[in-house]
């Protein structure tokens, strides 16, 4: 014992297990130590028993030898082991918080059954030594073998009859012949009544079939020993779990006359292995079954070939407001309620709900029948139609779902729970409480869009953006005043994308800016390079602004440093935005559109008329140019549509406001007619030029662009 360890078994609470410990045992006759010597050697126990229960993790193989120094101090009585777990039972969490447990009632039963275990498999090991000891005196000279015979028998009646654990002997065939106290009393019958049955009488159809095969194997004497965990049924009918080792005793001869079989009783470790089974199974909080029984379920679903399987992944809407508006315990109590709903309606269908974790739950169906999922998905959401009671509150839940069911051949249990999530946020974004049914097509989009918004910024970086332009064109000399730019990706694999294919993607993720960046740099030098050799020629460069470039706090420092960088005057520089980039909060223009403004560069309000446009900004904000939108240039095509009216109303309001109107998407003479007609200032459109690289497109500067292009 260490300085430490002599410290600390003085402290109070090891004392006070020590002492309640040894009062019990002083009870039990027979001691085969003195009392000075039981509290030297209980001191001990005490003390490593208590630092047993304090590590982390439990030391259980301290928690054992203490046990089976028990029974090597001679401890053997059929209290000692009750009173034992009893005193431990007490006092154990105190004197392991002593120790420096931080857990003390969690760990000390582990420590307990530790302790008993130790003690049993010492106990049976000595037996075992006993039954060895009597076979090895056979052998010897008869007048020896009759006193060691003499001196072993009364060694194993002593334990026998006094040991905790149960001993039955039984004769060849069947007959039982013995048992001791501890084995009547774990099954509830009377020695008397025990010496009446038979083996068989405790052997059930539902035993497995190998216990069969190992009682028959040892009556038979075709093997001497044997291990197996048996249930018995005790006399008040509920289930005993025991650890059964049977042994088998021959005569002089080598005939087989007797087999003992030790019964150790071991349902409540049994008990608390199913507990703890159950526990990392199961959700703590909802009991149902957690993501790790439900994969073990679909993983078992998987390995038979041709099955068919089913999902439907659900995850509350909006529960994160419940959490954050009335607290987490009302949040799980509401979690509680829809776990019951949902095991309610899902399990009287055969089928497996389990909770994934925070909101989420998923069901499992084995081979679905026609239509089972779309009614399961419909019951679900009809059944969560209903509020929920929680404390004072009624909440109104809903659900999204995603739905799949596919064959096991074609996919794996992780492509199936992903393809499942993916369903699931469609359901989402198509406007929840609902479910939606997987789509093998939709998803390949979102994987492309997937895949480009992950790429785009590597894209930037690797040069694969490219900047082309179109010819914005006056109608009154059909000259080029100015073109836009346009970005295109090359991307190495899909091909030239043009903008509608990566534009929002790159808004979402934020990329726009860079790239916005990328396109302004790259559009001023080459105006400036066009200004430099053409002064007089007033060219125009417009670049299109995305709403989160407008509301970028670096907007304006990004567009001074384009124009000192290039030497482009900022006359000739057009940004082009739409009405909810101009915009800010409460309809209020955006600061930095009006500090761009001031330093004369024009700003122009693009696809106008696409939305609910608000008129009543246009005097507030600092514009030079309004461009219609292309849907109401198409509608010039055909007279009969009515838009020329609209159009020229358009064109006048603006320019009673003094903006200049740019019409987009001219594709033939008819619509340049109407326009020039209605006083449109300039235009761009197929029918003058398509966009093109730079070094194409300037050919058409300084010359009429006849009509047809």
């Known amino acids: 014992m260490t300085s430490g360890q002599r410290d600390f078994h003085r402290a109070p609470d090891v004392t006070a297990l020590v002492a309640s410990w040894a009062g019990d045992l002083a009870r039990v006759p027979y001691l085969p130590l003195s009392r000075d010597d039981l509290h030297e050697f209980l001191t001990a126990a005490a003390s490593r028993v208590a630092l047993a229960a304090a590590v982390d993790p439990v030391d259980l193989d301290a928690a054992r030898e203490v046990g089976a120094s028990m029974v090597d101090a001679g401890l053997l009585a059929a209290d000692v082991l009750p009173i034992t777990v009893s005193a431990l039972a007490r006092n154990l969490p105190k004197a392991a918080r002593s120790a420096g447990a931080h857990r003390p009632h969690e760990t000390a039963p582990t420590v307990e059954a530790a302790v008993a275990d130790g003690y049993v498999a010492k106990l049976r090991a000595r037996i075992l030594d006993e039954q060895e000891l009597m076979r ?202 829809v776990a019951r709903l949902l095991d309610k309606c899902v399990s009287t269908r055969g089928h497996l709900v ?139 694999t899909l091909g030239l994308l043009s903008p509608d294919q990566f534009i929002d993607l790159a808004e979402e993720t934020g990329s726009i800016v860079p790239l916005g960046r990328h396109v302004l740099n790259e559009a001023c030098a080459r105006g400036a390079e066009w200004h430099a050799a053409h002064p007089d020629a007033g060219l125009f460069i417009s670049v299109n602004l995305a709403v989160r470039q407008a509301h970028d706090a670096g907007l304006v420092a990004d567009v001074t440093r384009a124009l000192k960088d290039t030497g482009l005057p900022p006359h000739l520089l057009q940004l082009e935005l739409t009405e909810s980039a101009l915009l800010g909060p409460a309809g209020r223009p955006v600061e930095a559109i009006s500090a761009l403004a001031e330093m004369g560069i024009r700003i122009a309000v693009d696809d106008f008329g696409t939305g609910y446009s608000n008129l009543s900004y246009l005097p507030r904000l600092p514009l030079h140019t309004l461009k219609l939108a292309g849907t109401f240039i198409d509608g010039l095509r055909n007279p009969a549509t009515g838009a020329d009216p609209i159009v020229s109303s358009l064109i006048t309001l603006a320019h009673a406001l003094g903006l200049a109107v740019t019409a987009e998407g001219v594709e033939t003479p008819a619509q340049a007619d109407r326009l020039r007609a209605s006083s449109c200032d300039t235009v761009q459109g197929w029918l003058y030029a398509r966009p093109a690289a730079w070094d194409e497109i300037t050919d058409l500067f300084g010359r009429a662009l006849p009509p047809e292009g």
């Open 136 to 337: 090895r005196t056979e052998v010897k000279a008869r007048y020896q073998m009759e006193g060691a015979l003499r001196s072993s028998e009364a060694r194993f009646r002593a334990i026998f009859a006094n040991a905790a654990i149960g001993i039955t002997i039984a004769d060849t065939d069947g007959r039982i012949v013995d048992v001791n106290a501890a084995l009547a009393s774990m099954l509830g019958y009377t020695i008397a009544e025990f010496r009446l049955l038979t083996v068989g009488d405790f052997m059930y159809p539902d035993d497995a079939a190998d216990m069969w095969e190992l009682y028959e194997e040892i009556f038979e004497g075709r093997r001497e020993s044997g291990q197996v965990e048996k249930r018995y049924r005790h006399r008040d009918g509920r289930i005993v779990w025991t650890n059964l080792t049977a042994s088998l005793i021959r005569d002089a001869d080598g005939t087989p006359v007797f087999i003992v079989a030790m019964v150790e009783d071991i349902t409540t470790r049994r008990e608390l292995q199913e507990r703890l089974r159950r526990q990392a199974l199961h959700d703590p909080l909802t009991l149902l079954p957690n993501r790790a029984l439900f994969q073990d379920r679909l993983a078992a679903a998987f390995a038979q070939p041709g099955a068919r399987v089913g999902i439907c992944y659900l995850d509350l809407d909006r529960f994160k407001a419940v959490n954050d508006r009335l607290g987490h315990d009302v949040g799980d109590t509401l979690l509680i309620g």
């Open 354 to 492: 389990a909770r994934m974790g925070g909101d989420e739950f998923v069901i499992l169906v084995d081979d679905p029948p026609e239509g089972e999922l779309a009614i399961l998905a419909d019951t679900v959401l009809a059944v969560l139609a209903e509020p929920i009671d929680v404390d004072e509150h009624r909440l109104s839940v809903s659900a999204s779902i995603g739905v799949i069911e596919c064959s096991v051949d074609e996919t794996t249990p992780a492509e199936i729970l992903k393809a499942a999530d993916v369903t699931l946020y469609w359901a989402k974004s198509d406007g929840r409480n609902r479910w939606a049914r997987f789509d093998p097509e939709r998803n390949a989009r979102d994987m492309t869009r997937y895949t480009l918004s992950a790429n785009l910024l590597p894209g930037l970086e690797r040069g694969e953006f490219r900047v082309e332009y179109q010819p914005i064109v006056g109608l009154a000399d059909s000259r080029v005043h100015g073109v836009e730019a346009l970005v295109r990706w090359a991307h190495p």
